[in-house]
């Protein structure tokens, strides 16, 4: 790929101005690279889930050992949604399959829990509230975090929570694979499910996350602490 992309460069003239650097990020030298420092770092690093190809890590790296001062991060911010949703239920486990007991595979069993953000068997339940939020340019990048918000149903079936990324360049050029909000969303969606529940408008729930370096762990339940 780096061959690739030196050959592309060289075709359309910009060889004298474009080097390609052949190796991890964390294998870069601010002096011995880098001039003393970049000034703006433009990533990649994010998979549905915002953190799973370990963007936290990479891009507290190259803030504090790659950038220069100041520098500029596009997108500069981030951060993982979640709102109430109606899905069809997952595969938990196997058993029986045309007379013969599989339960022994249970444990090789994968879990499929996303779907496609245009999926029509897919639905919103609430308005969207954001568990985590990360500033690349600024911000503290932990890499291990808990978060839990409160959400309040709009009526129908919740089967749990549906979990999605929001890319921000700028305060008004953002990226945000919301289901059902734009043809074309290249993300899939998380789902964190619960115990199905047929909700009123206002049905209170709880939802929250924990994650650990590139992994995300879900969860819902309605609330019955009675606090609004």
Not at 10 to 30: E, K
Not at 80 to 100: H, N, R, T
Not at 132 to 139: I, K, L, P, R, S
Request: charged residues 20%.
């Amino acid at each position: 790929l780096a061959a690739s992309a030196r050959a592309v460069i060289a075709a359309n003239g910009m060889a004298d101005r474009i080097t390609v650097f052949d190796r991890h990020s964390t294998a870069l030298d601010r002096l011995r690279d880098l001039d003393g420092g970049v000034d703006l770092v433009v990533s990649e690093v994010f998979c549905h889930t915002l953190i799973g190809e370990g963007v936290l890590g990479s891009l507290a790296h190259a803030r504090a050992e790659l950038a220069a001062p100041g520098a500029l991060f596009l997108p500069e911010r981030a951060s993982i949604e979640v709102a109430l949703a109606e899905f069809p239920p997952l595969i938990e486990s196997i058993g029986p399959v045309e007379g013969f007991d599989l339960g022994a595979f249970a444990p090789h069993l994968h879990a499929v829990r996303h779907l496609l953000a245009d999926d029509p068997a897919l639905a919103l339940r609430s308005a969207p509230a954001s568990l985590f939020a990360f500033d690349f340019g600024a911000g503290e990048l932990p890499p291990t975090g808990v978060a839990e918000v409160r959400l309040a149903s709009t009526g129908g079936r919740v089967s749990g929570v549906a979990q999605w990324l929001r890319l921000i360049f700028a305060d008004d050029i953002i990226y945000e694979n919301r289901p059902a909000s734009a043809p074309d969303l290249h993300w899939v969606i998380g789902l964190g499910p619960c115990e199905a529940h047929d909700t009123t408008p206002g049905a209170p729930f709880r939802a929250g996350a924990a994650y650990a370096a590139d992994t995300l762990a879900l969860w819902c339940a309605p609330d019955d602490s009675g606090i609004a």
